[in-house]
């Protein structure tokens, strides 16, 4: 495990067992954390830091002008700019970043595994990314889902 001393990584909160899912819950992940040994863990969670806990699900949807937004499943408001106002706060401030770990199927945080939706909710394919990993694929930050990260050989 000495390959991840002092590494900087980025990680949804909710898997170091912060309470910031939309449901006031967490995705607690002991054999990530313990896979991360060593490493400065920066946590992160837009959805919470923008909107609260707890808050409404959130869809990525795929828009008429091709783009992808975050929409609330509840009122249909676009999302989108907290999310990404925060996604670039949060990388200005922590250069430093090496690894981004996002919460799969997360519409903030998922890597590559993010339901897209059609504005009917239609699903059009769970391989998307959210808008928080996009900013840090954007940046050049090696960016990979909890699950698959938690498959690699070290």
Do not use: W
């Not at 990525?60 to 002008?65: G, P, T």
């Not at 401030?93 to 919460?103: A, Q, Y």
């Not at 998922?110 to 900013?135: C, F, P, R, W």
Request: charged share 30%; glycine share 6%.
């Amino acid at each position: 495990m000495h390959k991840m001393k002092n590494q900087k990584v980025a990680i949804s909160a909710c898997l170091m067992g912060e309470k910031c899912k939309y449901d006031g819950g967490d995705n607690l992940n002991a054999s990530l954390l313990q896979k991360l040994e060593g490493a400065d863990l920066i946590s992160f969670c837009p959805e919470s830091e923008s909107f609260g806990t707890p808050r409404p699900r959130m869809d990525l949807i795929f828009q008429e002008d091709k783009s992808i937004q975050v929409i609330c499943s509840v009122t249909d408001k676009n999302l989108s700019s907290q999310i990404e106002s925060y996604a670039y706060r949060f990388f200005e401030n922590h250069k430093e970043i090496e690894l981004f770990i996002g919460k799969d199927r997360s519409p903030s945080c998922g890597v590559h595994s993010a339901k897209l939706h059609q504005k009917d909710k239609t699903l059009i394919h769970n391989n998307a990314t959210g808008l928080m990993a996009k900013e840090a694929i954007r940046r050049g930050i090696k960016a990979v889902d909890a699950e698959i990260y938690l498959k690699e050989k070290l």
